[in-house]
C-alpha cells in the first residue's frame, strides 16, 4: 500500500500536493507489521495517510507551508497523529496548504499552488489544499486536515471528496499549529462515508494535553437510506442566493433525494449570517496576530539579522511571511488595539454569540441544517488573488459553523459543467454541538 502511494505521489507531483515525504515510512510500516505478526488487530492496519503540514510528527518538518518554518522539525506528534500511528497508520507525507492556514484556495503557500486534480487551471481551494487534493487524486484514501472557518469542508467540496469539521473540542488540537485558537480543529477528508468513520473513531476523544477538548467517545459508523426517514431538514434561507446555476440544481437534487428517503425538508431563515464573514475575519485576524507573536526569529524557524531585538525581529517576520500573514496580523493588531477594541473585535464577539443563539433556536425546529459548501465550483488559479475581498467572500457558507462551534460535513453531491470540464459541487450538512456522528450518517444514507 505505502509503494502504490508513493508510485502515484511521483505520477501525480504536478498538483503539488505534498509538501515533503516521509522517509520515515518504512519504518512505520515494519513497525505495524510486527505489531499484526504478534497478533495485535489495529483498525488502520498499514494504511496510507496523508497530513496537513501544520501537524506535528516527530523527526519531520512542519512549515505551514511558510518561510518562516521552512527548516522547522518537529520534535513532537500531534495527539490526532500519534493516534493514527498507534491504530497502524502510515504517513506518507505532509499535505501542501495556504500559509499557516490563512486563504480559502491554496495559492498562498509559500512553496506553491496545488492544482485542482479535476481541472489542473483551476485551484482546490483552500486551506487544506493539498489534503483535499491528494485524496481526489487517489494517492491516499484519507487525509487529514484543519478548519478554522471552512478549510476542510471548502477544498473537499471543489475537490470532490468528503470533509468534516468535527464540534470545536471533539479532536485534540494538540500538535496542531495554532491559528485562531477558538475556532480551528482537525478533520478528516475521505472518499466515502465509512472512512469518515472509521477516522473519526481513531481521532476523536479526550485528551488531558487539550484545554479544550471534551469527554465524548466517539461512536460513528457510515449509516444507510434507513437513517435518512423521519429525519427534518431545514434550508438556510440566507445560503439560497448568490448560488451558480450548478450549485443550485445540485442543492434541489440533493434535497429530492433526502425527500425520497423520507426525509422531510423545510426553510429556516437565520438572519444573524448576514454578518457572519465580518465577524469571521474580526476574531480569526485578532487571534491569529496573538498565536504569530510567537514567531519573532528567536524560538522557532527562521531569523532575520539586525542591529538590535527590534529590527532583528521585523526583519524576521518581512522575509518569512507572505502577505496574506503579514496582512492579518496587521488588522488583527489594529483591531486589538486599545480604543478599537471595543468597536471591532468585543462586538464581534457579541454577534458571534447572536449567530450561535440563531442556530441553536433553529435546531429547535429541524435535525440537521443544509447549505452549499462554496457558492460556487473551483475557480481559476489567479482569479481572486489580488482581491482579498473576494477570496474572503469565498467563505461565506462555512465559517458561521466555526464561529458557533458546531459540526458541519461536506458532501460530495454532484457536479457544475464549466467549459467542458465537470468541476465538483459539495453540500453542506450542519448538525447540533456534539452530533457529529448523525452527519456520517447522513453522508452513508445519501451514498
Ligand atoms: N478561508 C478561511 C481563512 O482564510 C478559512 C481558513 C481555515 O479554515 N483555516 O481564514
Redesign the pocket.
Known sequence: LLDAARARAEAARGLNALISLNDGAEQQAAAVQARLNAGELLPLAGLPIVIKDNLNLTGMRTTCASRMLEQYVSPYTATAVQRLLDAGAVVVGKANM?EF????SGESSAFGPTLNPWDISRVTG??SSGSAAAVAAGLVSVSLG???????R?PAALCGVYGLKPTYGRVSRYGLVA?ASSLDQIGPLARSAADLALLMNVIAGHDPRDATSLDAPPAFVAGTPEDLRGLRVGVITESLGGNTAGVSAVLESTLDALRGAGATVGEVSLPALKHAIAT??LI?MPEASSNLARYDGMVYGLRGEGNDVGSSMTRTRERGFGREVQRRIMIGTYALSSGYYDAYYSKATRVRRLIANEFSAAFGQFDVLVTPTSPFPAFRLGEKMDDPLTM?A??VD??AI?LAGLPALSVPAGFEEVDGKRLPVGIQFIAPTLQDELLVRIAGGLE
Open positions: 495556504d492556514a490563512m486563504g480559502s483552500g486551506t484543519s478548519d478554522t472557518g471552512g478549510s476542510v471548502q491559528h469571521y475575519y480569526s474572503y469565498a467563505d462555512t465559517v466555526n
